[in-house]
């Protein structure tokens, strides 16, 4: 099974600046890896799927980036309505399919 | 309109058989490429991946769970069905499907991400 670790747990930004989320896989998951967007108490939303490509509707201050291992997911100017838990999920290899355990994203 | 909407019991006891529909809107699982698959979330904490069934009826499942989950689908009433057997407590969680799409292909394999989500059901396990 591909372990998924997101770092950090929790990170503080202030409106209008950049933030960036890693997301470490345990092996190579080539491209195939997702990140998605949780607000309490709603349901997950697609941001990003082939580690890179925006899904239908995601403002363009989403970005992601990497490959094998290494991903991050990169909100260049934070809004107030992106402040929320998001997870990232390998695709590569299943079953399973594996989530990271989430970065909080808290206003500063 | 693409929409998911699981439903379910508001409560199941410890060792019963949990049963979860989920209706399908605005597209089918006769389309090539595409899949359900459901994800449950425990109060406060991360996501976990269950089963996911495609188009051709192929089927996957978590290998800690496989042995308690069955997942199908009912094309005519454009619904997929997960039962879980023998629950427990721990099992207590938000419940979502999700629809699988295939993004590529590989020899041998295909890959797919989850692009649209239901609202998520809750259950409690508890005597």
């Known amino acids: 099974e591909i372990v998924m670790t997101q770092s950090p747990a929790t990170l503080s930004v202030s409106p209008g600046e950049r933030a960036t989320l890693s997301c470490r896989a345990s092996?190579?998951?080539?491209?195939?890896l997702a990140w998605y967007q949780q607000k309490p108490g709603q349901t997950p939303r697609l941001l990003i799927y082939?580690?890179?490509t925006r899904a239908t509707g995601i403002p363009v201050r989403f970005s992601g980036s990497g490959s094998g291992t290494e991903f991050t997911l990169t909100i260049s100017s934070l809004q107030s309505e992106d402040f929320a838990v998001y997870y990232c999920?390998?695709?590569?290899?299943?079953?399973?399919?594996?989530f990271g355990q989430g970065t909080k994203l808290e206003i500063k | 309109q693409i929409t998911l909407k699981e439903s379910g019991p508001t409560l199941v006891k410890p060792t019963q058989t949990l049963t979860l529909t989920c209706t399908l809107s605005?597209?089918?699982?006769?389309?090539?490429?595409?899949?359900v698959g459901w994800i449950r979330q425990p109060p406060g904490q991360a996501l976990e991946w269950l089963a996911l069934?495609?188009?051709?009826?192929?089927?996957l499942y978590s290998p800690s769970l496989k042995s308690r989950l069955t997942i199908t689908k009912d094309t005519s009433r454009n619904q997929v069905v997960l039962t879980m057997t023998n629950m427990d407590p721990v099992d207590t969680a938000t419940y979502y499907c999700?629809?699988?799409?295939?993004?590529?292909?590989?020899?041998?394999?295909?890959?797919?991400?989850?692009?649209?989500w239901g609202q998520g059901t809750l259950v409690p396990v508890s005597s």
């Open positions: 999700a629809r699988a799409l295939v993004g590529s292909c590989g020899i041998g394999a295909c890959y797919s991400f989850f692009d649209y």
């Open positions: 605005g597209f089918s699982l006769t389309t090539s490429g595409v899949g």
């Open positions: 069934i495609y188009w051709d009826d192929d089927k």
């Open positions: 092996q190579s998951v080539s491209s195939n």
């Open positions: 082939r580690a890179s």
């Open positions: 999920q390998q695709y590569n290899n299943w079953p399973p399919y594996t």
